[in-house]
């Protein structure tokens, strides 16, 4: 997208990590796309929570610990696919009455069966097989949504802020 200088500074609110290419008259350096390995191993960015607004946030979690796959899917499950009136909804109104909304989810975890790749967009989430990464490489997820809890989100899947 071509952005001025000041929406550089708009973007950078809305993600911190993100690299952003300046261009003239759309030449910019191969160097800075092509084999950069953005799928791979590179660790998330430090950056645990920023806002994208007052109601839209990230939370970034990682564990050093193995995951069963099976209480990770009915953990995803539960935080995406559950009714807002049940108990597990409930417990994630946050203290201004919002819902806490998680709208995506992407991340690398470590479970007994295999590392898989976390994709979840509203209450559709997939579990990719990947292989083992570099040795170094923490499992993480980070969540996208509206009203996010950090805390409740690191109980709910007992991992931890990066």
């Given at each position: 997208?071509?952005?001025s200088?000041q929406s550089t500074?708009?973007?950078?609110?809305?993600?911190?990590?993100?690299v952003v290419?300046?261009t003239?008259?759309?030449r910019?350096?191969l160097?800075?796309?092509?084999?950069?390995q953005?799928?791979?191993?590179?660790p998330?960015?430090?950056?645990?929570?920023?806002?994208?607004?007052r109601a839209?946030?990230?939370?970034?979690l990682?564990?050093?610990?193995?995951?069963?796959k099976k209480?990770?899917?009915?953990t995803?499950?539960?935080?995406?696919?559950e009714?807002?009136?049940?108990?597990?909804?409930?417990?994630?109104?946050?203290?201004d009455g919002?819902e806490?909304?998680i709208?995506?989810m992407?991340?690398?975890v470590?479970?007994?069966?295999g590392?898989?790749?976390?994709?979840a967009?509203?209450d559709?989430y997939?579990?990719?097989p990947i292989?083992?990464?570099?040795?170094?490489?923490?499992p993480?997820?980070i969540?996208?949504?509206?009203?996010?809890?950090?805390q409740?989100?690191?109980?709910?899947?007992k991992?931890?802020?990066?």
């Open positions: 997208a071509v952005v200088t500074g708009e973007i950078r609110a809305m993600n911190g990590a993100c290419q300046h003239t008259r759309s910019v350096d160097e800075g796309i092509l084999g950069i953005a799928y791979t191993s590179v998330p960015p430090s950056t645990v929570e920023h806002k994208l607004s839209i946030s990230t939370v970034t990682t564990t050093d610990k193995l995951l069963r209480e990770l899917e009915n995803l499950e539960s935080l995406l696919w009714e807002p009136t049940s108990p597990l909804k409930q417990s994630h109104l946050v203290e919002g806490m909304t709208l995506r992407k991340g690398r470590h479970t007994d069966t590392w898989f790749m976390v994709q967009v509203r559709i997939e579990l990719t292989a083992t990464p570099p040795s170094g490489t923490a993480h997820l969540f996208i949504g509206s009203h996010l809890d950090s409740r989100l690191q109980n709910v899947t991992m931890h802020p990066r």
